[in-house]
């Protein structure tokens, strides 16, 4: 018998009986069908029948000889409970009202009824009874089965609420680690998958948005291998858009590099990381997957002049100047003669973005304003296609 005054039957995950201390009672840690026996009666919660329990786990043998194997079960199980633990009464087996025995399954259930989705996740060790199973018993496959879908249900319910309320107060720490169990729960999940890319590459650094590539290609792999299909639309969209800012970005500051503090009026803030598949504007909130509002933080890119007292300014305006009168000559002077191959076909300009190398705030600005001032100016000259 467990030590204590109280016991625990842990469903999730794994199927133990532990006491008050957390030790497990190790005779019936070696027979998991006395322990899945009580998982029966705790679910139940109302007596059972003899029938019912001899169904559900002695069905294949004869009358007598299933009778005794239940009697042994219950003795067991007495055993480590108390000999008051489990009542017969007539035909009928239930638990002691008065038992002191917490189950998981049914903590969890309750949590999510009292809307403790924090609690209903922690409980959630994994499958209800996984990997018990009772050779030529369709009843208890099916009993388990209903079971495990329901408690998995509640889970990813309960992680669907946390993640949205987590996106909310952009706590993207713990609303990835809540998006990832989540994933793993519920693989075909679109939302859970663009909640955790939100979530990693939310601190807009360079390193952040390659580890949420690497996140979807984990994410495409899994769905290729073990349900041949690919991510869905709306994942793949934000996986596009986290492909741009990478683009875009600037290189991480490196460790012990001495970085020039930037004014108000230069810094760029990062966007907000997206909560939604489709973002659809709703009075200046975000929807998310879970359909919970979030409010639309993210700010509005703007392009500010650099200092103009210094020799990087004065040459950034010589840059800018010279892309400004590109377009001017080409337009006044033509271009240069063209190849026979080439003659009658309008030369093709590409404008690339650029990456600078340098912490100087008023060089930085280059890398985004520069290409859509070329691109701008060109776009007036016919004699080109842009």
């Known amino acids: 018998m467990l030590r204590g005054n109280r016991f625990r039957l842990l469903t999730l995950g794994r199927l133990t009986l532990v006491g008050e201390a957390g030790e497990e009672d190790a005779s019936l840690a070696r027979r998991r069908f006395k ?8 679910m139940a919660r109302r007596p059972l029948s003899r029938d019912v329990l001899l169904e559900m786990f002695w069905g294949e043998q004869d009358e007598a000889r299933a009778r005794h194997s239940l009697s042994n079960a219950l003795s067991s199980l007495r055993r480590a409970l108390g000999q008051r633990g489990i009542t017969t009464r007539d035909a009928d087996v239930a638990l002691a009202p008065d038992l002191p025995l917490d189950v998981d399954a049914l903590e969890l259930a309750e949590a999510v009824e009292n809307r403790d989705f924090a609690r209903a996740i922690e409980l959630y060790g994994g499958p209800f009874l996984e990997g018990m199973h009772v050779d030529d018993s369709p009843a208890f496959e099916q009993w388990s089965s209903r079971e495990r879908r329901r408690l998995e249900a509640l889970f990813v319910h309960a992680c669907t609420q946390q993640c949205a309320m987590l996106a ?10 809540v998006a990832a169990r989540w994933l793993d729960a519920e693989p075909l999940s679109g ?16 390193a952040a948005l390659a580890q949420a590539l690497d996140e979807y290609e984990r994410i495409r792999v899994r769905l290729a291998r ?13 996986v596009e858009r986290i492909r741009e800012q990478l683009a875009a970005a600037a290189p991480d500051p490196v460790p012990g590099e001495r970085v020039t503090p930037r004014t108000s009026a230069d810094a760029a803030p990062q966007p907000a990381p997206e909560v939604t598949r489709s973002e659809p504007e709703t009075g200046g909130v975000l929807v998310s997957p879970a359909g ?12 500010s002049r650099p200092p103009s007292r210094t020799l990087r300014s004065a040459l950034a305006a010589a840059i800018v100047l010279g892309a400004l009168l590109l377009p001017v000559v080409l337009w006044r002077f033509g271009l240069p003669s063209l190849d026979s191959a080439t003659r009658g076909r309008k030369p093709v300009i590409a404008v690339l973005g650029m990456s600078l190398r340098t912490n100087d705030s008023s060089l930085t600005w280059l890398a985004e304003g520069l290409p ?3 691109a701008g100016s060109l776009a007036h000259v016919t004699a080109v296609d842009v």
């Open 35 to 42: 322990l899945a026996l009580l998982a029966v009666l705790a």
């Open 168 to 177: 909310r107060t952009r706590q993207w720490t713990e609303c990835g680690a």
């Open 191 to 206: 939302d859970a998958a663009i909640y955790l890319l939100n979530a990693t590459k939310a601190p807009g650094t360079r």
């Open 226 to 238: 073990d349900f041949e299909l690919a991510p869905e639309k709306s994942v793949n969209e934000l």
């Open 292 to 303: 919970a509002a979030v409010p639309s933080t993210a700010p509005t890119r703007t392009l």
């Open 372 to 374: 859509q001032m070329i």
